[in-house]
């Protein structure tokens, strides 16, 4: 009887000993892969993105002989809820003609990368600008400050580059959307609306203070408990054709309306 208690007795050491280290890898391991998901990850290009950003530029240059002083223009400049949304179909600018409106989106961009890739608006030397951008950064654990400063520094970048070659250009900050985390998109983080809440706070304050406009679109794409209406995704956090015809409403109503 003794040596069965004692056989018992190691098991439940052993099983106490594998939950310990269960527990120390758990508080170890996640900051490690943090670390390297931001480093490795956060900020880059991999060969889509360059391959994307590279023909935008392309692209403008072609366009450069058939841009006419003067004209509207209107660019989109974003990330993947950029890229997919079909802005010439939806968006044929009351004053510009439809192939006048350009979509500058690359899927997966965070604020960083748009910074370091402005020639894809800028060339086009657009008369509004309408950036979305932040949800790929806040799942990428950037810090909201950051992200922020980031767009601070977009935005800069883009009024540095109307006041040297003299043309009025418009910047318009929408809000970052809420997300649904039950969808089938591989969300990192899983406080991203708590997060975007915030972030879209900070928006607000920094675009009074850059003098550009926040277009504040958050609420009208959320549901009872916060979360993105099911009925406006396809996958939990890039809209489908009801959430962009929700998201056109609302920048009509608070941009285009005004501009007539």
Do not use: W
């Not at 965070?110 to 086009?124: F, K, Q, S």
């Amino acid at each position: 009887m003794e040596k069965i208690k004692k056989y018992y007795r190691e098991i439940i050491i052993a099983m106490l000993a594998v939950l310990a280290l269960g527990l120390l890898l758990g508080l170890i391991i996640p900051p490690i892969s943090k670390a390297v998901s931001r480093t490795s990850i956060y900020g880059t290009y991999d060969q889509y993105k360059q391959t994307k950003k590279e023909n935008f530029d392309l692209q403008n240059e072609k366009l450069a002989d058939t841009l006419v002083e003067g004209e509207e223009r209107l660019v989109f400049f974003g990330d993947s809820i950029t890229e997919i949304a079909p802005v010439n179909d939806m968006y044929p600018y009351k004053s510009a003609t439809p192939d006048r409106v350009f979509n500058r989106g690359i899927s997966g961009d965070t604020a960083i990368c748009m910074r370091d890739r402005l020639t894809n608006v800028t060339t086009l030397q657009p008369s509004i600008v309408i950036i979305l951008i932040g949800i790929n950064d806040i799942s990428y654990n950037a810090t909201i400050e950051e992200i922020n400063g980031y767009l601070s520094e977009i935005i800069d970048g883009l009024q540095a580059d109307a006041t040297a070659n003299n043309y009025e250009m418009d910047i318009y900050v929408q809000s970052v959307l809420p997300a649904y985390e039950k969808g089938t998109a591989p969300f990192r983080k899983y406080n991203l609306n708590e997060d975007t809440i915030k972030l879209n706070a900070l928006y607000d304050t920094m675009c009074a203070e850059q003098k550009v406009e926040f277009i504040y679109t958050y609420d009208r794409f959320t549901d009872d408990k916060g979360n993105l209406k099911e009925e406006y995704t396809y996958d939990g956090l890039h809209p489908n054709i009801n959430g962009y015809v929700v998201m056109r409403e609302a920048l009509e109503e608070l941009i285009f309306s005004k501009r007539i």
